[in-house]
């Protein structure tokens, strides 16, 4: 625990391809948290991972490598972080998760057969498209990550955009039968805002929409 809310790092690890470059992509298990969801490789911060002084970053980002080698046997150095995210206060699990970026890693994937049912690399534009035809199941962070990322042509781009960690307090809209996520920024979300930042579920494809705020008259 660190703060208010326990604190986990996951690893966005990349690796250069023929048209840009691929994302690892792992599948939980069909029970526990994400079930069944593809998600990014990572995990709750550990004792082992706490060093007196150390920020919650650093912590974090320990995890985030602790984890990807237990899960999918990699060694991953170097890791520059993108974002935090803090879920809504409907969750029933709430975990404030810093997501890092990773090219620099060693090893060949091989699952832990307790946390792994499948695993991919592919590209993020492609990893949506797989979302919007049903194929995978997608959380909001690992869709909205993976949306950010498909407008990068190289890795190096992606790590130059995260110079500017961003914080997603998310917070959800429920009408109808259908969520709605914001972000800081959007006119509903509770921090205040006259803008629109947030992520549609309604259908599929989802839409993220981030405009900039209006200007006050």
């Not at 970053?57 to 985030?64: E, H, S, V, Y």
């Not at 009408?175 to 947030?198: K, L, N």
Request: net charge negative; with cysteine; hydrophobic share 45%.
């Amino acid at each position: 625990m660190v703060g208010n809310l326990p604190v986990a790092g996951t690893a966005i690890v990349a690796r250069d391809a023929a048209d840009g470059f691929d994302v690892l992509l792992i599948r939980r298990p069909d029970r526990g948290s994400f079930a069944g969801a593809w998600v990014f490789p990572g995990g709750m911060v550990e004792p082992a991972d706490v060093r007196p002084g150390a920020s919650e970053i650093d912590t974090a980002a320990r995890a985030a490598v602790r984890e990807t080698s237990e899960e999918v046997a990699l060694i991953t150095a170097g890791l520059t972080v993108l974002s935090q995210w803090t879920p809504p206060p409907e969750a029933p699990k709430r975990v404030r998760t810093w997501f890092f970026l990773c090219s620099d890693m060693r090893g060949t994937v091989t699952p832990a057969p307790d946390e792994v049912a499948d695993w991919q690399w592919v590209r993020p534009i492609d990893a949506l498209a797989q979302h919007a035809r049903g194929e995978i199941e997608l959380f909001p962070p690992t869709w909205v990550t993976l949306h950010l990322l498909a407008g990068m042509e190289r890795i190096a781009d992606a790590v130059a955009a995260a110079s500017d960690p961003e914080h997603f307090q998310t917070h959800m809209l429920q009408r109808a039968g259908s969520r709605t996520f914001v972000w800081a920024g959007d006119r509903e979300h509770p921090t205040g805002g006259t803008g629109t930042h947030r992520l549609e579920t309604a259908t599929r494809p989802w839409t993220y929409v981030r405009t900039a705020a209006q200007a006050l008259r």
